[in-house]
């Protein structure tokens, strides 16, 4: 059982579209992380967010974290092919042992 | 600054053989981690390390030790590789716990037949 579920796993679209992808869990986070991993690389931080309820943005990305904090959306508007790739959702427990829980992936196809 | 590398890249080995994969970064951070990522199934913490000298379990340890004697590397070993170990490994190091970034090295691709 994952402890953080993203939905969808595989998305593909045409560019211009927008698109949301959840992270869902049953438990509480101190804080969230966004993840982009492209082919053959290494994951790569796009935003942590913290307090609940919190919302942050990086040009056409919307990041929002769940009042409960046990939630999380990303928003990408207006999706241009270089959006391609997977993106990761990664949650730190309260228990604050330094591990991070990641959620299984969304594979995210943008087609020009 | 090359911040976090990883050595080999890719590997095949026979099942029963043995390997060490070395990690290494630049950047001083105390935390350190060994991930494995299979299709469908995110990033799975296989070890991770507190600092020099320490090492603690993570999700999917079976059949892997590690070893962080120097701060700056951290050694994932697998004593007699199987087919389940074919995967992408990946690892990681953050400056502290919370939320701090981990950064992530290129990752090792390893098949195991």
């Known amino acids: 059982t994952q402890l953080l579920e993203q939905s969808p796993q595989f998305l593909s679209i045409q560019e211009g579209e927008n698109l949301t992808v959840y992270c869902n869990s049953s438990s509480v986070f101190s804080s969230l992380q966004w993840y982009r991993q492209e082919p053959g690389e290494g994951p790569v931080l796009l935003v942590t967010v913290v307090t609940g309820g919190e919302v942050k943005k990086l040009k056409r990305l919307t990041f929002q974290f769940g009042d409960a904090r046990k939630d999380s959306s990303l928003h990408i508007t207006a999706a241009q092919p270089g959006d391609t790739g997977l993106y990761l959702c990664?949650?730190?427990?309260?228990?604050?042992?330094?591990?991070?829980?990641f959620g299984q992936g969304t594979t995210l196809q943008v087609k020009p | 600054n090359a911040g976090v590398t990883q050595t080999p890249k890719f590997r095949v080995l026979k099942t029963g053989q043995s390997m060490t994969l070395l990690c290494a970064q630049d950047?001083?951070?105390?935390?350190m981690y060994w991930y494995r990522q299979d299709p469908g199934m995110g990033l799975r913490l296989i070890h991770y390390s507190v600092g020099e000298g320490t090492t603690a379990k993570g999700e999917v340890p079976d059949g892997y030790n590690v070893s962080r004697l120097k701060k700056q590397n951290f050694l994932l070993g697998l004593e007699s590789a199987a087919p389940s170990q074919t995967s992408v490994y990946f690892c990681?190091?953050?400056?502290?716990?919370?939320?701090?970034?981990?950064?992530f090295g290129p990752g090792t691709r390893l098949t195991v037949t």
């Open positions: 990681a190091s953050s400056k502290d716990r919370g939320p701090y970034e981990q950064y």
């Open positions: 950047m001083n951070h105390e935390y």
């Open positions: 990664a949650g730190d427990l309260p228990s604050n042992t330094g591990k991070l829980i």
